[in-house]
């Protein structure tokens, strides 16, 4: 599929449009804001697959009871070092900075904090919370897995066994040090956009029943109609790990960490007569405060670093050695200053969603 053309709208009026759509669908002001400046966050950096794209699907979690507005965090379990949080099923875009900032203040009283946070809403693109932490002067890693979203196969299979499971590291500076990406070859949010005719997913991204490698989004949410739902739950096809048995091995720790650990549940199995799915994230965080360790130029050393690999000869002529958060920076810088693109289709269900629910656009 090729790419097709876009509109670009200024992050401000996509914020307020947004903001404007979570509130007549039932939060409150403070709620609403959260989630468009998540969502909008997300495409700022580049991630349009964990952005607006998602105004939809989260206005329809919202109108049949699969996320809640208004919640907070419960602390379940605490101790010096250590918390589990429950999330209580509401937007992830409001627990997770609650959950977030107790790692944070807990990490910068004693140096280091364990946050296992489950039942979340869906926490959108993990790098917001690694940023968040760095901006507060910590490192953070974080392991993640959605409860009941099995729709990736793991290295050597053809069935869905995890769901994409990002892993994200962060790493203070300006701007941050932050690897973060799904343990799948993409993240579902990109085949939903490939599926509304943005970026084609690259070879090998899909497998289907018989071990067959795709590049359909068909694979995965079955016969597609224009601006119609996009349910993995209509396809029969799966998503594949990324990096053969070592990203398949760290999906599974995901898994393992996210899922069992913070007691939120993991991807599957899910019983045969599960008719509707309340899909939950669940998160196993670690905050190290550097200046607790010693590291008292811990920012300039790390930067110094990335500087040197960043010297390397580029492989190709013309091009260039990135380190990790580095195209997220850049792309901020320029979708602040010229716009963000959305695919026609996505605006447009953006566009329909603010309509049912009253919002002239
Ligand atoms: P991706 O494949 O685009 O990888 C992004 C990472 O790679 C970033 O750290 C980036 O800085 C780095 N990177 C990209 N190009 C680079 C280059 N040329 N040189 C060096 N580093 C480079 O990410 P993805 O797997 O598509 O994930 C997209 C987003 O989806 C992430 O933000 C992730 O947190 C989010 N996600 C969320 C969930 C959830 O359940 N909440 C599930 C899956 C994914």
């Given at each position: 599929m090729a790419e097709l053309p876009t509109h670009t709208i200024a992050a401000e009026a996509l914020t307020r449009l947004v903001a404007d759509i979570f509130v007549r669908a039932g939060t409150s002001a403070e709620e609403g804001a959260h989630i468009a400046h998540h969502l909008v966050s997300s495409n700022l950096t580049g991630h349009d697959s964990h952005g607006v794209i998602r105004v939809p699907r989260y206005v329809l979690n919202l109108q049949q009871g699969d996320v809640f507005a208004g919640q907070t965090i419960t602390v379940a379990v605490e101790g010096p070092t250590h918390a589990v949080i429950d999330g209580n099923g509401g937007f992830g875009q409001t627990?997770?900075?609650?959950?977030?900032?107790?790692?944070?203040?807990?990490?910068?009283?004693?140096?280091?904090?364990?946050?296992?946070?489950?039942?979340?809403?869906?926490?959108?693109?993990?790098?917001?919370?690694?940023?968040?932490?760095?901006?507060?002067?910590?490192?953070?890693?974080?392991?993640?897995?959605?409860?009941?979203?099995?729709?990736?196969?793991?290295?050597?299979?053809?069935?869905?066994?995890?769901?994409?499971?990002?892993?994200?590291?962060?790493?203070?500076?300006?701007?941050?040090?932050?690897?973060?990406?799904?343990?799948?070859?993409?993240?579902?949010?990109?085949?939903?956009?490939?599926?509304?005719?943005?970026?084609?997913?690259?070879?090998?991204?899909?497998?289907?029943?018989?071990?067959?490698?795709?590049?359909?989004?068909?694979?995965?949410?079955?016969?597609?109609?224009?601006?119609?739902?996009?349910?993995?739950?209509?396809?029969?096809?799966?998503?594949?790990?990324?990096?053969?048995?070592?990203?398949?091995?760290?999906?599974?720790?995901?898994?393992?960490?996210?899922?069992?650990?913070?007691?939120?549940?993991?991807?599957?199995?899910?019983?045969?007569?599960?008719?509707?799915?309340?899909?939950?994230?669940?998160?196993?965080?670690?905050?190290?405060?550097?200046?607790?360790?010693?590291a008292q130029h811990f920012v300039a050393e790390a930067r110094a670093y990335a500087d040197y690999v960043k010297s390397s000869r580029p492989a190709h002529a013309g091009g260039e050695v990135l380190v990790p958060g580095e195209p997220e920076a850049r792309t901020r810088a320029d979708r602040l200053a010229h716009g963000i693109p959305l695919q026609l289709d996505t605006w447009a269900s953006i566009v329909s969603t603010a309509r049912e629910l009253g919002i002239s656009v």
């Open positions: 627990i997770g900075p609650l959950a977030v900032d107790y790692g944070i203040a807990k990490a910068q009283a004693a140096g280091l904090c364990v946050v296992a946070l489950r039942n979340s809403g869906h926490i959108g693109r993990i790098g917001d919370w690694g940023e968040r932490a760095a901006a507060a002067g910590l490192v953070s890693i974080h392991f993640v897995n959605v409860r009941m979203g099995q729709i990736v196969a793991p290295f050597g299979g053809v069935d869905r066994r995890f769901s994409t499971n990002p892993f994200c590291v962060g790493i203070p500076g300006d701007p941050p040090l932050l690897l973060d990406f799904a343990t799948s070859i993409v993240a579902e949010g990109k085949v939903l956009v490939a599926s509304n005719g943005g970026k084609p997913l690259p070879e090998g991204a899909l497998i289907d029943p018989d071990g067959d490698l795709s590049t359909d989004p068909q694979t995965l949410y079955g016969t597609l109609t224009q601006n119609g739902p996009r349910d993995p739950g209509n396809g029969q096809g799966a998503i594949r790990a990324f990096g053969d048995h070592k990203g398949s091995g760290i999906a599974f720790m995901c898994e393992i960490l996210a899922g069992v650990l913070t007691g939120g549940g993991t991807s599957g199995p899910i019983p045969p007569a599960t008719t509707r799915r309340r899909v939950t994230n669940g998160m196993l965080s670690i905050y190290l405060s550097p200046d607790h360790f010693g």
